[in-house]
Each structure stands twice: as C-alpha cells, then as structure tokens.
C-alpha cells in the first residue's frame, strides 16, 4: 500500500503563487507515475497535471497549462505542484493521486488539501 499526504495549501491573491507538495510512502516502488488533480465546491473533480515517477514526462490540463508546474524529487519520494498566476477559479481542494504500471484509473489518494485564490 501507498500513502499520500499532501502539504502547502492556504490563502493566496490572485496573481499570487503557492507550492503543493505531496510525500508519498509505503510501497512507494509500485507508482508509475502521480498526478494532481482538484474538486471545486458543487462541481466534479478534474485532472489538473501529471508526471512519471521516473521519466519526467509530464502533462496539464489546458487550464492551468503555462502557469502550473508539476515536479518530483524521486529521493524524497516526494511530487510538487508549482502554482503561478492563480486565479479565483483555481479554488478547490487539490489532491495528489499515484498510479500503478498498466492501470488506467488511480490507485492511491491523498486527504486533500484547500487552496484559495481571492480577487
């Protein structure tokens, strides 16, 4: 089993900037790769970004592309997502989700944690 706990959430301004981090532990070997994903008050929860574990592709959704940076630091096993330029709408709570090889669908779930962008 995989354990996640995210970290970093809070109070920003718009334009502002915040870092998530998300640790994962546990049988840590069997992620292929983990993402981030968020679920705003009255709506369903979206894909934000994702990377490999080990091979640094990564991917966003359209609407944090070019202001969100998905990283990782696979000696602290630990993924961050770098937030720039945040606007209201990217209030939600943000979670990080790992992925096993072959499977389609995540497998592990972090609590979530809450950020919220004032105008």
């Known amino acids: 089993q995989v354990q996640l706990v995210e970290s970093g959430g809070g109070l920003a301004q718009a334009g502002g900037s915040l870092r998530l981090s998300c640790a994962a532990s546990g049988r840590t070997f069997t992620i292929y790769a983990m993402g981030w994903f968020r679920q705003a008050p009255g709506k369903e929860r979206e894909f934000v970004a994702v990377?490999?574990?080990?091979?640094?592709?990564?991917s966003y959704a359209d609407s944090v592309k070019g202001r969100f940076t998905i990283s990782r630091d696979n000696a602290k096993n630990t993924v961050y997502l770098q937030m720039n330029s945040l606007k209201p709408e990217d209030t939600a709570v943000y979670y990080c989700?790992?992925?096993?090889?072959?499977?389609?669908?995540?497998?592990?779930w972090g609590q979530g944690t809450q950020v919220t962008v004032s105008s």
């Open positions: 989700a790992g992925r096993r090889a072959g499977n389609s669908e995540y497998d592990y």
């Open positions: 990377t490999s574990w080990s091979g640094g592709s990564t």
